[in-house]
């Protein structure tokens, strides 16, 4: 049985203020989160040890945004796998698609991250989906599939199994324009068989395939209880206690 695991991705928003003053929030709700959840928030690097240490004692998961794969060296501006690890980041969002998009990630260096967030052992979410344009080229599935193969190349199973998928179709991240229940179950379902393919069904079935794209606390309900999603990565929405909570608590 897979647990849900609803993720707050924070992008570039809040300062360190804004984000003890969200978890606060948060942690006055979390008496009151679904026990069947797990749930996680991504705060900006800046803000991760505060928040973290905010949260002790709680059982809220912290994760970043993104983070290099080499361990130490001369890569000004980047942060490492084992910095994470060592202030206590339990997962890391990796390829999402606005570092595709304005930071030139590709499925190469998501790979490398993917590995490197479990050799220090952090959960990788490993963000995939189609652009519109693809969509209505009809190559949607082949271009998921794409990048699910280069994504997981030469990764074992023992790891995969611990990894994340958030399946994010790009138009519908921050547009207010949500996949419908079906067409964002579809995706999952053919993701989990394109890891069952790699791998085997006994893996795929593990995986925790989250659903990621306008999610919010009116359509969540619709979207979490399809048959192959477990979970959503939510952004605008995860920026509001009361939202996100009502998110975390759809099931009710
Ligand atoms: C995201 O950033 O991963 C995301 C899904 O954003 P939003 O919920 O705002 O569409």
């Not at 599939?145 to 190349?153: A, P, R, S, T």
């Not at 990764?155 to 419908?180: C, H, L, N, Q």
Request: include cysteine; hydrophobic fraction near 40%.
């Amino acid at each position: 049985m897979r647990r849900k695991l609803i993720a707050g991705n924070w992008k570039m928003n809040n300062d360190l203020d804004d984000s003890l003053a969200l978890v606060e929030e948060l942690k006055s709700l979390s008496g009151k989160f679904d026990k069947d959840a797990d749930v996680l928030i991504c705060p900006a690097f800046v803000n991760l040890y505060h928040v973290k240490q905010s949260l002790s004692g709680f059982d809220i998961k912290v994760g970043a945004q993104n983070m290099h794969f080499e361990e130490v060296g001369a890569f000004t501006g980047e942060i490492s796998p084992a910095m994470l690890k060592n202030i206590g980041v339990d997962y890391v969002i990796i390829g999402h698609s606005e570092r595709r998009q304005y930071f030139n990630e590709v499925d190469e260096t998501v790979n490398k991250k993917l590995k490197a967030a479990h050799i220090h052992g952090i959960i990788p979410i490993v963000c995939v989906g189609e652009t519109l344009k693809q969509r209505e080229s009809g190559i949607e599935k082949e271009t998921v599939k794409n990048q699910i193969i280069k994504g997981f190349e030469n990764v074992d199973g023992s790891e995969a199994v611990k990894t994340v998928i958030a399946y994010e179709p790009i138009w519908a991240i921050g547009t207010g324009r949500t996949a419908s229940s079906r067409q964002a179950n579809e995706m999952a379902y053919f993701i989990r068989n394109c890891l069952s393919e790699i791998y085997s069904s006994d893996i795929s079935d593990k995986v925790i395939i989250q659903y990621g794209g306008s999610v919010k606390a009116d359509n969540a309900k619709e979207i979490l209880t399809q048959s192959d999603i477990d979970g959503a990565l939510i952004g605008g929405a995860s920026l509001k206690a009361e939202e996100f909570y009502k998110i975390i608590n759809y099931a009710k």
